[in-house]
């Protein structure tokens, strides 16, 4: 019997500008996902900036509340954890961020983030334990440690300061982390060697990873699962080798199209997109209308739900009307990866239809 | 074969430090043909962007250049007075910067500041004829006219970018040298500004240089590519052949660490951290890093041979294919 | 550079306060000590008052007091609203709604009318309630101040990672946000320094000051009640004239010569 970590259901975000809060921005429409819990996966969100990923990451991370639907830690929501199970929830659920820079306070040396980890979770008693188990973890991620305690951030690469935050991250031995574009900022050769090292540190540790990235070649490669996100709505989700090699949605199948892969003569397709300065198709329907090659009257009037073309994969496009409609925790069992769920847990989804428990 | 049209012999730039001068670019030399898109491609701190600047005299104290030529045509580049670089800039050498899309003045329209790199160059024309020019070069760059009376900020990421181009191709240049104009774009936009970056270049017969470091989009775009590390480049050679074929073990090891999407293999880096650039390692500046090192790579650095045609290597695993 | 010079100028007036009342005679400062109204000579380098009292020694006691004040009201006024921008730029919502608008409220009070009001009517005034007074209007623009750079430092990644490390509260402000504040709050220090000495030499020029402490801006006040300047008695009102010159200009040099590090320290962060 497995209970996610991390349960998130239907969760959405609106974010209120305007005087008096008056316009608001759909930045995520609803999204179910099922995290950790079970054997260690690595879930991709991909989309491009504005697609709503980070989002997703800050409201699985409890740092901003759903407009709409609830995450769940361990069964209890996240907005009502407090004291000891905040702490808890913190210890099992990390992150690690894009901007290998910012994340360092520049007023301490680099090393400082994870003496505060081991200190705030108590990882080693103070000494020499503790010295050794942030010297560990710095091994684990293949850096030097007498290269890199006692220094400033500026006096590290970005490589470096990156791989520190993945060391601290995989130190806190959590259940679930969110890395959100995690190797985006930093070269082409070290980004193999630091996804590598993470891959297989989570799967050694048994920690979930949802890997955040607008780069479908490394979400490809890393990654067991997906979700594709264009504007804030799931288009695609599923087995990532379903949905890369045989992408079904028109987004999906766009993207896949644009990325450059290092090879002459795989070359960009011949056809022309349609220009990328349209606002969204029109309220109430789908996102992609205005750019659609296969766009539908419908496709203007509904916004078009999740249909389970298959086994392993999900697509929200009117296309493919004629497969049966996704639950949301069919949707999140899609995305959890090969797991073994159960049916008769009334914590994990009440709404669960048939078929959803096995691949 | 005809002169080319940029000929860098041995380009040398320096950042001067108060312990010790970091050599930023150590001996660069390539050419590029008329008409050609040339790649130069390499991770940071290897020195592209230091040397894209070098060829518009852009380098800024304490950054200077300490030895080499950079020819356009002839002429020296290195040897000409701020005065004469200033006639040549946007006239035959142009410039696509990093981070273009920032590069915009907030507060003036589109169509002013094309106008404006016009009028810098050419003070005689007339302000009506400006404006037709700069409703051509808009369409030229797949934009509507109408974008010329918009601020910066109304436009998108893609769409700035493709105003830079337009600047950039206002007085037909014969080079332009693009910083990597795509980097903080999403994948799609990508795709299509490059797309018209190279539909430009080939209506005006200009040669590109690409300076990056994404290997896919070099892979798409470029002719001829040049790998650079540590201030100097390793390989140089008609694209399709240095992917297939990759001959120097860095561009070897680069190649396999890129993700494709041909199926899942497992993801191997290169291990180790580019060298110092204020004392570097004597002989080849890869071997600390490198697989296949033999004894004489650390006593004596490795000069660059064609061992195929158009396809020069600086490495002693190919010395004799010489 | 300018931030030497300044910090230099205003050091140098500092220790001249600290030692001057020290080297004086304090009795030629009392009334009658000395032959009245007389021009500067050898025996009187800045000569008497119409009440027989030696304007050097006058000078070097007042200095200090004046110091005293404007130092002691920066450091309140700055401390209180180092305070309340902090609450407010962290904690948001109503904390942040009362602070901001009482302190938006407060900005547009003249405060030379309430000043005026409070020393009118507080009768007997001391140094410190003079620093007291001019401080309780001096928090409002550091509060503004902070409470901006809080909201900015709050969004840090930084501050995100030491949330996800564990860090709360008071702890993450103290430890995260506070050491990143230290540039602000010493540049802000120094512009409430010497609006504190604007306000009090005011009041005091005007007759509101302490009455029986030598000060700058009383001295002014003596002067000008006593017809110093219809008298030509120069020697009286130009010397703390010039002092508070010289104050001010080192605080104005101390304070650019601030703002150009940290602005620099802000584009290399951007």
Redesign the interface.
């Known amino acids: 019997m497995t209970i996610p970590v991390l349960d998130a259901r239907g969760v959405s975000k609106v974010f209120r500008t305007g005087v008096l809060g008056g316009r608001h921005a759909v930045a995520l429409e609803p999204v179910s996902l099922w995290l950790g819990g079970g054997p260690s996966t690595v879930t991709a969100v991909a989309g491009?900036?504005g697609s709503g990923k980070t989002t997703l990451a800050r409201l699985l991370?409890g740092?901003i509340p759903p407009t709409a639907g609830a995450v769940l830690y361990s069964g209890a929501d996240l907005r009502a954890l407090r004291g000891r199970e905040k702490?808890a929830f913190?210890?099992d659920v990390?992150?690690i961020?894009q901007?290998p820079f910012?994340?360092?306070?520049?007023?301490?040396r680099a090393d400082r983030?994870l003496w505060?980890?081991a200190r705030?979770?108590q990882l080693a008693p103070p000494g020499a334990a503790r010295r050794e188990l942030i010297e560990q973890a710095l091994r684990a991620v293949?850096l030097r440690p007498d290269e890199t305690l006692g220094r400033y951030p500026h006096q590290l690469?970005?490589?470096q300061r990156q791989r520190i935050?993945v060391a601290?991250a995989l130190m806190l031995r959590p259940r679930v982390i969110i890395a959100d574009e995690p190797v985006s900022m930093i070269?082409?050769?070290?980004?193999?060697?630091?996804?590598?090292a993470l891959?297989r540190q989570a799967r050694a540790l048994d920690i979930s990873v949802v890997y955040i990235t607008?780069?479908?070649?490394?979400a490809?490669?890393?990654s067991e699962t997906i979700l594709v996100l264009y504007r804030g709505a799931t288009v695609e989700c599923g087995d990532v080798?379903l949905v890369?090699?045989q992408p079904q949605h028109p987004y999906t199948q766009?993207?896949?199209r644009?990325?450059?892969?290092?090879?002459?003569?795989a070359?960009?397709a011949a056809s022309?997109?349609a220009?990328?300065?349209g606002a969204g198709g029109a309220a109430g329907g789908c996102r992609f209308a205005d750019r659609c090659p296969h766009v539908m009257p419908i496709c203007h009037r509904r916004e078009p739900p999740l249909f389970r073309t298959a086994d392993r994969r999900a697509v929200a496009c009117f296309l493919y009307a004629d497969a049966p409609e996704a639950a949301p925790s069919e949707v999140a069992s899609l995305t959890s990866g090969p797991r073994d769920l159960a049916a008769g847990s009334a914590a994990a989804a009440p709404d669960v239809a048939e078929g959803s428990g096995s691949r | 074969m005809t002169a080319p049209l940029l000929d860098v012999q041995d380009l040398r730039v320096h950042y001067g430090r108060s312990d010790g001068a970091v050599r930023a670019v150590d001996g660069l030399t390539f050419f590029v043909r008329e008409g050609e898109k040339f790649g130069l491609a390499g991770e940071s701190g290897c020195g592209k962007s230091t040397s894209a600047l070098a060829f518009l005299g852009l380098l800024r104290s304490p950054g200077r250049v300490v030895g080499g030529r950079i020819l356009l045509d002839g002429v020296d580049l290195t040897r000409l007075s701020e005065q004469e670089l200033r006639q040549l800039r946007f006239a035959r050498i142009s410039l696509v910067p990093q981070g273009a899309m920032n590069s915009l003045n907030p507060v003036m329209r589109v169509r002013d500041q094309i106008a404006d790199t016009i009028a810098a160059h050419e003070p005689r024309v007339r302000r009506a004829d400006a404006a037709v020019r700069v409703g051509a070069l808009l369409e030229s760059v797949g934009l509507r006219r109408e974008v010329a009376r918009l601020y910066p900020h109304e436009l998108s990421g893609g769409m700035k970018q493709r105003v830079c181009i337009a600047m950039a191709i206002a007085l037909r240049p014969r080079i332009i040298i693009a910083d990597e104009p795509t980097s903080a774009l999403d994948v799609v936009v990508q795709r299509q500004v490059l797309q018209t970056l190279d539909d430009v270049q080939r209506r005006l017969g200009a040669a590109v240089i690409l300076v990056g470091h994404d290997m896919g989009v070099m892979a798409q775009f470029v002719d001829r590519i040049g790998i650079m590390y540590a201030g100097t480049l390793v390989e140089i050679g008609p694209v399709a052949e240095v992917f297939a074929e990759p001959l120097h073990p860095y561009t070897r090891l680069l190649i396999a660490s890129l993700p494709s999407l041909g199926g899942k293999r497992e993801l191997r880096g290169i291990p180790g951290l580019p060298p110092s650039l204020v004392s570097p390692p004597p002989g080849c500046r890869f071997q600390p890093r490198c697989p296949w090192a033999m004894d004489r790579c650390a006593a004596r650095a490795p000069e660059a041979a064609e061992v195929r045609p158009g396809h020069w290597v600086s490495c002693f695993l190919h010395e004799a294919a010489r | 550079m300018t931030l030497a010079i300044g910090c230099a100028l205003f050091a140098g007036i500092l220790a001249v306060s600290a030692a001057g009342p020290v080297l004086v005679d304090v009795h030629t400062a009392i009334i009658g000590a000395e032959p009245p109204g007389m021009a500067p000579s050898a025996s009187h380098p800045l000569g008497t008052d119409t009440q027989g009292r030696d304007l050097l020694t006058v000078l070097l006691l007042a200095t200090p007091q004046t110091l005293k004040i404007g130092l002691l009201a920066g450091a309140v006024g700055l401390g209180a609203g180092v305070l309340l921008g902090l609450l407010a730029g962290y904690f948001s919502g109503a904390v942040d709604a009362v602070i901001r608008t009482s302190a938006d409220v407060f900005t547009t009070i003249p405060s030379i009318a309430i000043l005026v009001l409070l020393a009118t009517y507080i009768r007997v005034v001391s140094v410190e309630l003079m620093a007291l007074i001019v401080a309780s209007l001096a928090w409002p623009y550091p509060t503004r101040a902070i409470r901006a750079q809080v909201l900015s430092l709050r969004e840090r990644a930084y501050v995100q990672v030491a949330i996800l490390n564990g860090v709360r509260g008071v702890e993450l402000i103290v430890t995260e946000v506070l050491p990143n504040l230290l540039p602000y709050i010493a540049a802000s220090f120094v512009a409430v320094v010497s609006n504190a000495m604007l306000a009090t030499i005011g009041l005091e020029i005007l007759g509101l000051g302490p009455q029986n402490t030598f000060t700058l801006g009383t001295t002014i006040y003596w002067a000008q009640f006593y017809g110093a300047i219809l008298r030509g008695m120069w020697w009286w009102w130009g010397p703390p004239i010039a002092v508070i010159v010289l104050i001010f200009l080192s605080l104005l040099m101390a304070s650019a010569g601030m703002d150009r590090i940290v602005n620099k320290r802000l584009s290399t962060r951007a």
């Not at chain 1, 070269?187 to 590598?196: C, E, K, N």
């Not at chain 1, 607008?214 to 490394?218: E, K, Q, R």
């Open positions: 491009e900036s991370l740092i702490t913190r210890k990390q992150a961020f901007d910012e994340v360092y306070n520049p007023f301490y983030v505060t980890a705030k979770f293949g690469s970005g490589g935050m601290r070269d082409a050769s070290l980004r193999a060697t630091i996804l590598d891959g607008h780069d479908l070649a490394t490809y490669q890393i080798e890369i090699t766009l993207l896949v644009s990325i450059p892969q290092p090879a002459p003569g070359s960009w022309e997109p220009p990328a300065d």
